[in-house]
């Protein structure tokens, strides 16, 4: 079903029984926009996936050396990670039992890359409404200040679409939220590797050039309920959704691949996955 207008307002999660969150965590992803830090996997889980991300990235060459998107639906290691149980009763419990992951991407920063990642809001990209993406960041490597972890604005969920502006030629896009070094004391998203933390899809989030010798790597995943809807037929064209749980309602979803090779699929063409 493809919709026309955008509703970008936040509307409070309310759970009464939660599988892994507790109220105080639902109390401050309504107040922040996000939570965070949650252990999910081990050190050995997670270095299996590192060790399987970065052989996405080699063999990917340049091309994968920054950003690989939405390949979710073509290679089953990423479609087993968006699966899991751990990862998925977290997402439940913001956003309900029917679940489905319509973009991933494996985010990488080297060390001494000049590009930020400026202030932006993650819907004001997306052709979807209402605003219900929860975004899951799945830490691969240990990510701090040092080496430009994501930074979070506080409470900047809650204002609506806000005002963009053109960015300079080090960020990563082309448009930032204007005026967002007023909006609040910016919180680091530090997390060890395994860990991941949730954002709202309306939270003011960026980063800063990794100035480190260290690379920091992330998994993004993002995950929205059925009652979300398409709003432009160019961009449901890229969208290649899996079902985790429940109802997919009026979503078309694409079961678990049988490939796991990258240098045998091509990776959809999602317009504004940032």
């Known amino acids: 079903m493809l919709v026309e207008a955008h509703d970008l307002r936040f509307v409070p999660v309310a759970t ?9 965590d639902i109390a401050q992803y309504n107040r922040d926009g996000f939570v965070q830090p949650f252990d999910i996997f081990s050190a050995a889980e997670i270095g299996e996936i590192r060790s399987y991300i970065n052989e996405l990235m080699a063999d990917m060459g340049a091309d994968g050396a920054y950003g690989i998107n939405c390949y979710q639906a073509r290679l089953s290691g990423l479609w087993d990670i968006a699966n899991d149980a751990r990862i998925l009763d977290h997402v439940e419990d913001i956003i309900g039992p029917d679940i489905l992951c319509w973009a991933s991407a494996i ?17 004001g990209f997306w052709s979807l409404t209402p605003a219900r ?7 691969i490597d240990d990510v701090d200040d040092t080496n430009s972890a994501m930074r979070f604005i506080p409470g900047t969920h809650n204002q609506g679409l806000l005002n963009m502006q053109s960015t300079g030629a080090e960020a990563v896009f082309h448009k930032e939220t204007a005026g ?22 309306m939270l003011v989030h960026g980063s800063e050039p990794n100035r480190s010798d260290r690379r920091r790597c992330g998994l993004t995943l993002r995950y929205c309920p ?8 160019d961009w449901a064209s890229g969208v290649e959704a899996i079902l985790c749980r429940g109802d997919a309602g009026d979503w078309h979803t694409h079961p678990r691949p049988g490939n796991d090779d990258i240098t045998k699929t091509s990776g959809p063409h999602v317009v504004g996955n940032n």
């Open 226 to 233: 059925p009652a979300v809807q398409i709003t432009d037929p």
């Open 180 to 201: 967002a070094e007023t909006m609040g004391e910016p919180f680091t998203n530090s997390l060890k590797a395994g860990q991941i933390s949730l954002h709202a899809d």
């Open 16 to 24: 009464a029984q939660p599988k892994r969150l507790t109220q105080a």
């Open 133 to 139: 993406t929860v975004t899951v960041w799945l830490a």
């Open 107 to 123: 985010l990488s920063k080297a060390p001494h890359d000049p590009k930020a990642v400026p202030w932006h809001q993650d819907a």
